[in-house]
């Protein structure tokens, strides 16, 4: 669903051995629009918002080296089990409520307290 954004401290993944890296400051996670450009391959959370069978061929052509069944089964356990899919989607359904012209300008913050 999204992208880690973070500062990476390099003298940390310079060395040999398994490979680490060590966060300095916040850990982000950059989703991104939730709404793809033209004719834009859906990524990230994009990809939540379409229905099932689109976002499985989505996943398939962006990971055409992975087993399809594995991605078959990982997609139907996220679906199943992730709690923020119905957050995705109703995000997507209250932008598409809007003008057209404003749904450039509309920013959706999922803040989480663990």
Excluded: W
Excluded at 43 to 69: E, H
Excluded at 85 to 105: D, F, N, S, T, W
């Amino acid at each position: 669903m999204t992208l880690v954004g973070v500062k990476i401290n390099n003298l940390v993944t310079r060395q040999s051995g398994l490979y680490c890296f060590k966060i300095q400051g916040e850990l982000h996670h950059l989703t991104g629009a939730l709404l793809s450009h033209g004719n834009q391959t859906p990524m990230y959370a994009q990809i939540y918002i379409l229905d099932t069978a689109k976002q499985l061929n989505v996943r398939r052509a962006n990971n055409n080296n992975l087993d399809p069944v594995v991605m078959d089964n990982l997609q139907t356990m996220l679906v199943d089990n992730h709690p923020y899919i119905g957050h995705y989607r109703h995000a997507y359904e209250l932008i598409r409520k809007k003008p057209v012209e404003e749904q450039e300008e509309i920013t959706i913050r999922l803040h989480v307290n663990l």
